[in-house]
C-alpha cells in the first residue's frame, strides 16, 4: 500500500494529464460521428473477419498484432449494434494513447529533468486535436505510435544508463512488436542497431559480442521474411520502385513538381488539423497562422543546433532526436514519391509523422521559446495551453458542423 501511495505521489501530475487526456478522448468519441475517421469502415471489416474466424483477403493486411488484438475483443461483441462495436474499438485505441501519453511524459522527463518543462510538453500533446483525433481511430496508427514512443523512450534511456540485459530485453521485444503492427517501425531497426553498436564500442565489449550481433540479424531477418511484417508485400516492392530504372519519372522530377504539395497540401494540413481525409479542413486563415509558427519554431530549433554546436555542447540524446527527425522526413518523402512513380497517386498524410510525435511537440515548443525572453515563459506557457484547448474544442466543433451540415 505505502509503494502505491508513494507511485501516486511521485506522478501524481501525470495522473492529472492522464484524467484529462481520458475527459477530452471521451468527448471525442462521444461526438465524433460514427465511422468517420479514415479507413475506419474498412479497418471495422478487418476486425470482424478476425472475430468471425473468415480468412478472407482483406484481413492479409499485414498488422496481425493489431488485428489480434481488436479481434479477439470484438469477438465479445460481435451480436452488439454496429455503432456500439465501433465506440467500443475507438476506446482500445484510446488506451493505446493513454500509454502514449506516459511514454511522451516519461522522454520530457528523462531530457528535461524539469517537472515544468515535462508537464507543458505532455499538456500540449493530450490537447493538440489531430492526437486527439488519430487516437481514436479504428485503425492500427494509435498502437504504431504507442510502441513507436516506448521505443523512443527506452532508446533514451539506454543512452541514459547503458545498455543493460532488462532494457535490452524490453526494446527488444517493443521493436518486434512494432514489426508485427505497421511497416513504419522497420526505420527503428536503424536506431535498434546503431544504440546497441554504440553501447558496446563504448564500453569496448564490440569484438565479444560480433557473433551475438550475427545470429540476432539472421534472426531478425527470418522474422521480417516469414511473418505477417509486410517486409515482403510491402517494403521490397517499395523498393523495387525507388531503383527502379525503367521509369522515367525521378526523385528530382518529384522534388521540382510535387514539393509544394508534399509540405503544404495534405502533409502540413493533415498534420494540424484535416478531419477525415480532405473533407473536413479548418479554416485557411488558421493553417496560415500554424504555418507561421511552423516557421519560427523551425528558424528557432536551427538557431539552438547552431549554439550547441558553437558551444560543443551538442550530446547524444540532440543527436538521436535530430536523426529521428531526418529520417521520418526521408522515409516518408520517399514514400510518396514510390506512391507517385508506381501508382500514380499520393500516400503520404501528415498523421504519418504522429509515431514521433513526442519529439515534434517537445521541437515545436523549444523552437518557440528561442524568441522569447526566459522572464516571459510561464505567460507563454499559459497562452500556449490556453490556444491549445480552444483548438481542439473549436476541432470538434468544426467536424461536426461540417458532417452535419453535408
Same mark, same amino acid.
Given at each position: 500500500?505505502?509503494?502505491?501511495?508513494?507511485?501516486?505521489?511521485?506522478?501524481?501530475?501525470?495522473?492529472?494529464?492522464?484524467?484529462?487526456?481520458?475527459?477530452?478522448?471521451?468527448?471525442?468519441?462521444?461526438?465524433? #460521428?460514427?465511422?468517420?475517421?479514415?479507413?475506419?469502415?474498412?479497418?471495422?471489416?478487418?476486425?470482424?473477419?478476425?472475430?468471425?474466424?473468415?480468412?478472407?483477403?482483406?484481413?492479409?493486411? #499485414?498488422?496481425?498484432?493489431?488485428?489480434? =488484438?481488436?479481434?479477439?475483443?470484438?469477438? @465479445?461483441?460481435?451480436?452488439?449494434?454496429?455503432?456500439?462495436?465501433?465506440?467500443? @474499438?475507438?476506446? =482500445?485505441?484510446? @488506451?493505446?494513447?493513454?500509454?502514449?501519453?506516459?511514454?511522451?511524459?516519461?522522454?520530457?522527463?528523462? @531530457?528535461?529533468?524539469?517537472?515544468?518543462?515535462?508537464?507543458?510538453?505532455?499538456? +500540449?500533446?493530450?490537447?493538440?486535436?489531430?492526437?486527439?483525433?488519430?487516437?481514436?481511430?479504428?485503425?492500427?496508427?494509435?498502437?504504431?505510435?504507442?510502441?513507436? +514512443?516506448?521505443?523512443?523512450?527506452?532508446?533514451?534511456?539506454?543512452?541514459?544508463?547503458?545498455?543493460?540485459?532488462?532494457?535490452?530485453?524490453?526494446? +527488444?521485444?517493443?521493436?518486434?512488436?512494432?514489426?508485427?503492427?505497421?511497416?513504419?517501425?522497420?526505420?527503428? &531497426?536503424?536506431?535498434?542497431?546503431?544504440?546497441?553498436?554504440?553501447?558496446?564500442?563504448?564500453?569496448?565489449?564490440?569484438?565479444?559480442?560480433?557473433?551475438?550481433?550475427?545470429?540476432?540479424?539472421?534472426?531478425?531477418?527470418?522474422?521480417?521474411?516469414?511473418?505477417?511484417?509486410?517486409?515482403?508485400?510491402?517494403?521490397?516492392?517499395?523498393?523495387?520502385?525507388?531503383?527502379?530504372?525503367?521509369?522515367?519519372?525521378?526523385?528530382?522530377?518529384? +522534388?521540382?513538381?510535387?514539393?509544394?504539395?508534399?509540405?503544404?497540401?495534405?502533409?502540413?494540413?493533415?498534420?494540424?488539423?484535416?478531419?477525415?481525409?480532405?473533407?473536413?479542413?479548418?479554416?485557411?486563415?488558421?493553417?496560415?497562422?500554424?504555418?507561421?509558427?511552423?516557421?519560427?519554431?523551425? &528558424?528557432?530549433?536551427?538557431?539552438?543546433?547552431?549554439?550547441?554546436?558553437?558551444?560543443?555542447?551538442?550530446?547524444?540524446?540532440?543527436?538521436?532526436?535530430?536523426?529521428?527527425?531526418?529520417?521520418?522526413?526521408?522515409?516518408?518523402?520517399?514514400?510518396?514519391?514510390?506512391?507517385?512513380?508506381?501508382?500514380?497517386?499520393?500516400?503520404?498524410?501528415g498523421r504519418y509523422f504522429f509515431p514521433i510525435i513526442s519529439l515534434l511537440i517537445i521541437g515545436f515548443i523549444s523552437g518557440l521559446k528561442m524568441f522569447i525572453p526566459k522572464r516571459y515563459y510561464d505567460q507563454f506557457y499559459f497562452i500556449l495551453i490556453a490556444l491549445m484547448l480552444l483548438f481542439n474544442a473549436y476541432s470538434i466543433f468544426m467536424i461536426n458542423y461540417k458532417f452535419f451540415a453535408i
Amino acid at each position: 500500500m505505502q509503494n502505491i501511495y508513494t507511485l501516486i505521489k511521485k506522478y501524481k501530475y501525470l495522473a492529472i494529464i492522464i484524467f484529462i487526456f481520458i475527459i477530452i478522448e471521451s468527448i471525442w468519441i462521444i461526438t465524433i #460521428p460514427t465511422l468517420s475517421t479514415p479507413d475506419s469502415p474498412y479497418k471495422l471489416d478487418n476486425i470482424q473477419n478476425y472475430a468471425k474466424g473468415i480468412k478472407a483477403p482483406i484481413i492479409q493486411e #499485414p498488422s496481425p498484432l493489431y488485428y489480434t =488484438i481488436t479481434g479477439n475483443i470484438d469477438k @465479445l461483441f460481435i451480436h452488439t449494434r454496429i455503432s456500439s462495436q465501433v465506440k467500443f @474499438l475507438e476506446f =482500445i485505441s484510446a @488506451l493505446f494513447s493513454i500509454i502514449t501519453v506516459i511514454f511522451a511524459y516519461k522522454i520530457s522527463e528523462l @531530457l528535461f529533468n524539469d517537472k515544468k518543462i515535462t508537464i507543458i510538453n505532455t499538456l +500540449t500533446l493530450i490537447l493538440f486535436p489531430m492526437f486527439s483525433y488519430v487516437g481514436i481511430m479504428i485503425d492500427l496508427d494509435a498502437l504504431l505510435i504507442c510502441l513507436y +514512443t516506448a521505443f523512443i523512450y527506452y532508446s533514451l534511456k539506454i543512452l541514459k544508463e547503458g545498455l543493460n540485459k532488462k532494457n535490452f530485453i524490453i526494446i +527488444t521485444i517493443i521493436l518486434f512488436l512494432g514489426l508485427l503492427t505497421k511497416q513504419n517501425m522497420f526505420l527503428n &531497426i536503424l536506431f535498434y542497431i546503431g544504440i546497441i553498436f554504440y553501447e558496446l564500442y563504448r564500453k569496448r565489449l564490440l569484438k565479444f559480442y560480433v557473433k551475438y550481433i550475427i545470429g540476432g540479424a539472421f534472426i531478425t531477418l527470418l522474422f521480417l521474411i516469414f511473418f505477417n511484417t509486410g517486409f515482403k508485400s510491402i517494403v521490397i516492392p517499395r523498393l523495387e520502385l525507388l531503383l527502379n530504372q525503367n521509369n522515367s519519372y525521378s526523385i528530382l522530377d518529384y +522534388t521540382t513538381y510535387n514539393f509544394h504539395r508534399f509540405y503544404n497540401g495534405l502533409i502540413f494540413k493533415s498534420f494540424w488539423g484535416i478531419y477525415g481525409y480532405i473533407f473536413y479542413p479548418l479554416q485557411n486563415s488558421i493553417y496560415f497562422l500554424l504555418e507561421i509558427l511552423s516557421i519560427v519554431s523551425i &528558424i528557432g530549433i536551427v538557431i539552438k543546433i547552431y549554439n550547441y554546436i558553437k558551444e560543443r555542447n551538442i550530446n547524444k540524446y540532440i543527436i538521436y532526436i535530430i536523426l529521428q527527425f531526418i529520417i521520418t522526413f526521408i522515409f516518408l518523402y520517399l514514400l510518396d514519391f514510390t506512391s507517385v512513380k508506381g501508382y500514380g497517386g499520393y500516400f503520404v498524410q501528415g498523421r504519418y509523422f504522429f509515431p514521433i510525435i513526442s519529439l515534434l511537440i517537445i521541437g515545436f515548443i523549444s523552437g518557440l521559446k528561442m524568441f522569447i525572453p526566459k522572464r516571459y515563459y510561464d505567460q507563454f506557457y499559459f497562452i500556449l495551453i490556453a490556444l491549445m484547448l480552444l483548438f481542439n474544442a473549436y476541432s470538434i466543433f468544426m467536424i461536426n458542423y461540417k458532417f452535419f451540415a453535408i
